[in-house]
């Protein structure tokens, strides 16, 4: 069956921002469909409200809207773009609830559009738990015991027949957001409340616990005409009970004989089929328990997944980009294998190696929240590591984890093994512990109920971590057919072997032109996420372009830089040293490109040019001037720029004693890296000794102390440099003022609020930077406004995370411009307009995982805590700013009830606040003291209570849902403000709510933008056509 | 590293090191690859190994033991394993023993830590050859020496070597179709799909020449998958000829290339044949593509002579007997895995429908055989 001609125009709708649960695989899958459709022929219309995204690269679609994935703009964009189909499996869980949204209010009937990838039927079987249950005992499988329930005390009564513990499921969530594990009666209430809350319908579903079960996946696709291949199987080495995007998982399954691995391919597609998912993948998750063989059936997402992600990467079968072409007709024979080009997609993979998943996590950014893992995934990134061997791909993967120290565990043998009863962040970091220790690794079994064999290999791993690595180090391919056929895609991992007659060749043909290594970001986390890999894959398309040979060294499977179509060379490698340097030797090449992946290849920047191996573009001494605090803050002094006064101390009693010097309030780290909980705002001598006794310090370490410039405006700038020239190719304010991470900050381009002047003095002093740091590529400086006066923050001589947002603001690749310049193009060569404005106004703004962390507090400050942004696009500040808030998930309210409760300084700003609300015809009200100074203004404002003075309270009114918008600024200078409870209430609930001043100013300007009416969407093509 | 304590020897030369796991004895015979990634001990106890040495692409063998269950014949027939990260443990949920014991008991020599992908790239580059396994204390030269008393695969009859001394039956309910089988070395997967559609089952040794065949009076002739080249096979394929047209006639594997000879076909040595559970296959009759286990060296040619068939046709081409018609096809290499007989009944496949290891998509065919059978019965 050849390719659908009655389709002409697609539509595919994006995953949106990075967040837990939904992250870069998205864009990778969404990136290999765009561009299977494109060469296909057919016009591609494409939403997504992530600027970060190669997705959203305006060649890589027809017409691509950055718009909110909402229903109401993506409606916009079907009446505006008539497209004749919607493919919804692409874009995660929130492409498919969207699309469901859409069939159900009419809008794709109206206008004509057909489902394609899974009908509306498959989709709900899928995804209703009743349904999805129901299907499955029809079709002959067993399911966990379960009820649907819609009230607390639905659950008390079905208690009797699932039996604890049980497991809470909320329907149509992402991630598993609001599940959880119910041991005892005494937490049902809880957590049955928040399983609710958490589902869109109010709808849960609490099933039998399969705790301890092997947990398995199976990736499987059919075609048309009803063929059906599972691609891979995933085992997680946690058992059930552990989210699989949280478990250590290894590919292919390892422990189950070929009887019960066939029994589970059989059901999975028998899943598959009665789903009736007729085109594309799905992933089907199954417990096994290893003692009876008993296998139940737990979930199927009918779409591409992390996991199809993860199984695309592991075996080199493309998933996503086959799903699009099954979606418009082709059968699985029809479609060429890539990478052996002889055989046909209609087969399984098979894998001579061995794949390993590990998660990485961010809890020490959310101090106070629950740290164990369950059925609610809270990770925010992945590193795979390929071995030839299940040990040599676990230890490549501890390493890929980047970790900033390692984990400790108790030094008491029994406390060790009583923490691995519960699983964490560092799970395998104390099994290894305890089996390097000796302790008996039927002991840790007992404890852990982790499948003997894993056991067994981590023993040998832990007692001599260097055994899985002796022989030598030799390149070998990821093809498909475990080299039963000759493989045609340069996919390559590192493998250690026993030397043969002749050594140990390579299979990798290095051809004959130079080549570029370009240096990914790792695993994504939280500071350095998918920003970096879209600068990394501009960079491998420039390199190509300019006639090398473009070659990647990765370890995250989410990403479109280890799609073995990126680059001309592909090593899925750990960021370390001597990986790096493996490949290195082998390719010999012209240089290695350190500035687009973040931190992890900057910190290799200086060992690689200490082993003779070319950097390109900034030299490590500009890296090195830059980071330094001392040789920068010289350099800016000559140049005449002003920087906040700071000073380094090297004790606490030093920090005590020059705090005054520098003068409060005072932005106060450690200089070594402490997993995060370490940076923070002090406004007195007390508040310092209150942080060293909180944080504590490391003998000997320095702790750095900056004035916190209070009310000032920060400004990101991001600019090129050729060594003497210098190109500001953006400059954008922050929403918030300072004090708040750049990372965590809405911002807009072009400044909203900053006259001509100072932008020339900002273009001025960052073309002084950058000239003097002498860099040569990218540069992103910092700038903090306060008065009249500019300070210079920071100056970064790399990729910034705001070069996505930025090019696509722009309309010009900044990194692809970059790369050029590193390779020795001139500024002057480029051709790149002196100004940028286009007449649009673009806000970048961000996605916080605060619902993930129950217990941790959702205030901004100086530490880095959003997974993802997004970016609203509109002819003016307010109506772009209130599309961001859209997208971001934070849908401002049109109308009802806002809350004002702030701290004293921020009483002047919350009456102007407050004025614009009351004139939009808000209620008002506020605690005792904000009502007092709203009211002194002449506005109307209901003085409610504070926490402490008894119901009802500001808490109590959030709760019962009768508030809309809340306005709280922190109180005090502890860790744990006054507005914690304020603020965890409204996260509970979904409410907006906004904590700095400037952020509650752009909300309410936003709000009245809303009012005038649905805003305008319009294309980045169109924009800048 | 560990120093070397045994090593593979290829007759072209080529020398893979690693380390013994198995019984302290050289073995030699014709080293093959197989892909699949579980099943270990099905593919070392199948019969059709037997004269073979099997290097596992997967490198991870032993993880869950051994156990009765997973055997497919009575005894190890695969002259010896050929790995990458063996192990032993006989602590796996539902394992009798442990792997590398069970091979050590039974005298198989086994290798581990041998950089397998190299070896099979290597085979898939040469070809199949003769090769060996050796304990490093036995000089190249001899096992030089061994390989080259070694008899190549190609005009070798191993069916003898593997087949039943003597005829059992396996009575089956009653009112089934009586099955008469011709035991070139049967995987009891095959038995077992065949009884569970409540066959009665006659194991005749390979020598049985017709009449012994039809003594029984069964509905009809199977053919079993075995060992080594069908063309060393004429005695069987003889009687094949006389039995073709009296009764229906199917074959597996190398059952599928003794009655293809029957009827006049040629079959052919492939380069290194082909042995996993992902071989894509697609029944020409449905237009179904199932994924297929696999296991065979030798092929049957297709119309004309020839190796391959570019179409996913149905193509029908003369015989001794009568048209045959291509029932199903590899989507590998286009190569002939089924036909069937037109104008007498008898059909065959080249691949494995009763797995044991690999995928059971194909296990329609039982029903497919069995069907058809009770149909001829009950005229």
């Given at each position: 069956m050849p390719r659908r001609e009655d389709l002409h125009k697609i539509l595919l709708i994006g995953s949106g921002p990075i967040v837990i649960g939904q992250a870069a695989e998205f864009d990778y899958s969404g990136t290999q469909a765009c561009r299977v459709l494109m060469q296909e022929g057919y016009e591609v219309v494409l939403v997504n409200?992530?600027?970060?995204?190669?997705?959203?690269?305006?060649?890589?679609?027809t017409a691509t809207y950055i718009e909110p994935l909402l229903p109401g703009p993506v409606a916009q964009v079907i009446a505006r773009e008539?497209?004749?189909?919607?493919?919804?499996?692409?874009?995660?869980q929130t492409a498919l609830n969207l699309a469901k949204v859409l069939h159900d209010d009419g809008t794709l009937a109206r206008h004509g559009v057909e489902l394609i990838g899974a009908d509306y039927e498959a989709i709900d079987r899928a995804e209703d738990r009743e349904r999805f249950r129901q299907t499955m005992t029809d079709a002959g499988l067993r399911v966990p015991r379960s009820a649907i329930v819609r009230t607390v005390a639905e659950a008390c009564e079905a208690v009797a027949e699932v039996g604890l513990p049980f497991i809470i499921r909320p329907a149509f969530?992402?991630?598993?957001?609001g599940g959880g594990v119910v041991?005892?009666?005494?937490d049902l209430a809880r957590l049955v409340e928040r399983g609710l809350a958490a589902s869109p319908i109010g709808q849960v579903l609490i099933e039998e616990s399969v705790l301890g079960w092997g947990e398995f996946e199976l990736e499987v696709m059919r075609d048309r005409a009803d063929n059906v291949v599972v691609v891979c199987s995933i085992e997680n080495?946690?058992?059930?009970?552990?989210?699989t995007g949280d478990s250590v998982c290894?590919?292919?399954?390892?422990?189950?004989?070929d009887k019960q691995f066939q029994a589970l391919r059989d059901q999975a597609i028998t899943v598959i089929r009665a789903v009736g998912v007729e085109t594309g993948g799905s992933n089907v998750q199954f417990a096994v328990n290893p003692a009876t063989d008993e296998i139940v059936v737990i979930e199927m997402n009918p779409r591409v997944s992390r996991s199809s992600a993860l199984a695309s990467k592991a075996t080199g079968f493309p998933i996503a980009k086959i799903a699009a072409r099954l979606a418009v007709g082709y059968t699985l024979q029809e479609i060429?294998?890539?990478?052996?080009?002889?055989?046909?997609?209609s087969f399984e993979p098979a894998v001579d190696y061995c794949v390993v998943k590990w998660p990485r996590f961010a809890?020490?950014?959310?101090?106070?929240?629950?740290a164990g893992l369950t059925t609610h995934m809270k990770s925010v990134g992945e590193a795979m590591a390929i071995g030839r061997t299940f040990k040599q791909a676990f230890a490549k993967a501890l390493r890929s984890r980047e970790l900033d120290a390692r984990p400790r565990s108790p030094a008491d043998d029994e406390t060790l093994l009583d923490l691995l009863a519960r699983p964490g962040a560092e799970r395998f970091d104390h099994v290894l512990e305890a089996l390097r220790r000796g302790l008996d690794p039927a002991e840790v079994h007992r404890r852990t109920s982790i499948d003997p064999w894993f056991l067994h290999e981590l023993a040998d791993l832990a007692r001599d971590p260097d055994a899985p690595f002796a022989g030598e180090r030799t390149f070998k391919s990821v093809d498909t057919c475990a080299a039963e056929f000759a493989a045609q895609t340069p996919y390559y991992y590192s493998a250690w072997e026993r030397p043969g007659r002749n050594g140990t060749p390579h299979e990798?043909?290095?051809?004959?032109r130079p080549s570029v290594i370009i240096l990914g970001s790792g695993p994504n986390r939280i500071g350095q996420g998918i920003e970096f890999d879209y600068c990394c894959v501009h960079a491998a398309q420039t390199v190509r372009e300019l006639g090398r040979d473009a070659v990647m060294i990765n370890?995250?499977?989410?990403?479109?830089?280890?799609?073995?179509?990126?680059?001309d060379r592909l090593y899925f490698e750990p960021l370390t040293l001597e990986d790096v340097m493996g490949v290195c030797a082998l390719e010999q090449p012209e240089g290695v490109i350190?500035?687009?992946?973040?931190q992890t290849p900057l910190k290799l920047a200086a060992g690689l040019h200490a082993a003779g191996v070319p950097i390109l573009g900034t030299g490590i001494e500009a890296i090195d001037l830059a980071e330094d605090r001392s040789r920068f803050s010289a350099l800016l002094e000559r140049c005449g720029y002003r920087a906040p006064p700071y000073a380094t101390a090297k004790s606490e009693a030093e920090a005590l004693q020059c705090a005054p010097k520098v003068g409060f309030p005072l932005l106060v780290r450690p200089s070594?890296?402490?997993?995060?909980?370490a940076m923070e705002i002090v406004y007195s001598v007390e508040g310092l000794l209150d942080y060293l006794e909180r944080v504590g310090t490391e003998p000997g370490a320095a702790i750095y102390l900056d004035r916190f410039l209070e009310d000032s405006i920060e400004v990101d700038v991001d600019a090129l440099c050729d060594g003497d020239a210098v190109w500001v190719a953006g400059i954008m304010q922050h929403?918030?003022?300072?004090?708040?991470?750049s990372g965590d900050s809405a911002c807009v381009l072009p400044p909203h609020s900053l006259g001509a002047e100072m932008l020339t003095r900002l273009r001025r002093e960052t073309a002084g930077i950058a000239r003097a740091l002498g860099v040569v590529g990218l540069i992103n400086v910092q700038f903090a406004i306060h008065g009249e006066d500019l300070y210079v923050i920071e100056a970064n001589p790399r990729a910034s995370r705001t070069v996505p947002f930025v090019s696509k603001a722009i309309g010009l690749p900044l990194a692809k411009l970059a790369c050029r310049v590193m390779l020795g193009t001139r500024i002057a060569e480029l051709?790149?307009?002196?100004h940028t404005a286009n007449g649009h106004v673009c806000v970048k703004e961000v996605v916080l995982p605060?619902?993930?962390?129950?217990?941790?507090?959702s205030l901004l400050g100086p530490e880095m805590r959003s997974t993802g942004e997004v970016m609203g696009v509109a002819p003016d500040f307010p109506t772009a700013f209130a599309k961001a808030q859209a997208a971001a998930g934070?849908?401002?309210?049109?109308r009802g009830t806002a809350v004002i409760t702030v701290a004293d300084r921020d009483k002047p700003a919350a009456t102007g606040v407050a004025t614009v609300l009351d004139n939009l015809g808000f209620r008002i009200i506020a605690t005792h003291g904000t009502a007092q100074a709203i009211r002194r203004m002449g506005i109307p404002a209901e003085p409610i209570n504070k926490l402490?003075?008894?119901?009802?309270h500001v808490v109590d009114w959030i709760e019962r849902g009768e508030v809309d918008l809340v306005v709280n600024t922190p109180v005090?200078?502890?860790?744990?403000?006054?507005?914690y409870e304020i603020r965890a209430a409204a996260v509970a609930r979904g409410i907006p709510c906004v904590t700095t001043m400037t952020g509650a100013i752009a909300a309410a300007r936003a709000i009245a933008a809303n009012r005038r009416g649905d805003p305008e969407v319009l294309s980045l093509q169109e924009i800048h056509a | 590293m560990s120093e070397a304590t045994a090593y593979v020897l290829l007759a072209d030369g080529a020398r893979f090191d690693g380390i013994a796991c198995g019984a302290d004895r050289p073995a030699v015979g014709e080293v093959v690859f197989t892909t699949?990634?579980?099943?270990y001990q099905e593919a070392m106890t199948d019969?059709?190994?037997?004269?073979q040495l099997i290097a596992f692409?997967?490198?991870?063998?032993?993880?869950?033991g051994v156990s009765?269950?997973?055997?497919?014949?009575?005894?190890?027939?695969?002259?010896a394993a050929i790995m990458r990260a063996a192990v032993n443990r006989?602590?796996?949920?539902?394992?009798?023993?442990g792997w590398l014991d069970w091979l050590s008991d039974g005298g198989v020599a086994a290798i581990t830590d041998v950089d397998t992908r190299a070896l099979v790239r290597h085979i898939r580059d040469a070809g199949a050859m003769k090769g060996g396994v050796f304990p490093a204390s036995v000089p190249e030269v001899e096992a030089r020496e061994l390989i080259a008393a070694e008899p190549e695969?190609?005009?070798?009859?191993?069916a003898r070597a593997v087949t039943p001394p003597r005829r059992t039956v396996l009575e089956g309910p009653p009112g089934g179709p009586r099955i008469a089988i011709?035991?070139?070395?049967?995987k009891l997967s095959i038995v077992r799909n065949l009884r569970e559609r409540g066959a009665t089952l006659e194991l005749h040794p390979c020598s049985a020449d017709a009449g012994e065949l039809l003594a029984g009076d069964p509905d009809a002739i199977f053919l079993a998958n075995g060992p080594?080249?069908?063309?060393?096979?004429d005695y069987i394929v003889d009687t094949v000829r006389e039995l073709v047209g009296r009764r229906p006639v199917y074959g597996i594997c190398l059952g599928h290339q003794l009655l293809c000879r029957a009827v006049g076909l040629e079959t052919y040595k492939l380069p290194f044949g082909h042995h996993g559970a992902n071989h894509p296959v697609k029944d020409?009759?449905?237009?179904r593509i199932e994924i297929t286990s696999q296991n065979h060296g030798f092929a049957v040619l297709g119309?004309?002579?020839?190796?391959?068939?570019?179409?996913?046709e149905a193509v029908r081409w003369e015989t001794d007997f009568g048209a045959a018609e291509l029932t199903h096809i590899n989507?590998?290499?286009?190569?002939?895995e089924g036909l069937a007989l037109r104008e007498v009944q008898g059909a065959t496949v080249?691949?494995?429908?009763?797995?044991g290891p690999g995928?059971?998509?194909?296990?329609?065919l039982f029903d497919r055989f069995l069907h058809e059978i009770s149909a001829v019965a009950s005229h």
């Open positions: 409200s992530n600027p970060a995204t190669i997705m959203t690269d305006p060649e890589v679609a008539r497209p004749d189909a919607l493919l919804p499996t692409l874009g995660g969530t992402l991630g598993g957001t041991r005892d009666e005494h080495l946690d058992p059930m009970g552990v989210h290894v590919a292919p399954q390892q422990t189950l004989t060429p294998n890539d990478i052996t080009s002889a055989t046909p997609a809890f020490e950014k959310f101090p106070g929240a629950e990798v043909d290095r051809g004959r370890c995250n499977p989410e990403t479109v830089s280890t799609d073995y179509d990126t680059s350190v500035q687009f992946g973040g070594y890296v402490l997993g995060g909980r929403v918030e003022e300072a004090g708040i991470h051709g790149v307009p002196a605060f619902d993930r962390f129950a217990g941790a507090d934070a849908k401002l309210p049109d402490g003075e008894g119901s009802p005090g200078t502890g860790a744990r403000a006054d507005g | 699949s990634m579980s099943g019969p059709s190994y037997a004269g692409t997967y490198p991870q063998i032993g993880n869950y009765a269950e997973a055997s497919e014949s009575d005894r190890v027939h695969a002259r006989e602590d796996a949920p539902g394992a009798e023993r695969m190609r005009g070798r009859d191993l011709i035991d070139t070395g049967v080594g080249d069908p063309g060393a096979l020409l009759t449905t237009c119309p004309d002579g020839a190796r391959t068939i570019d179409r996913d989507l590998y290499d286009r190569t002939v080249q691949y494995h429908p009763e797995a995928p059971h998509d194909a296990r329609y």
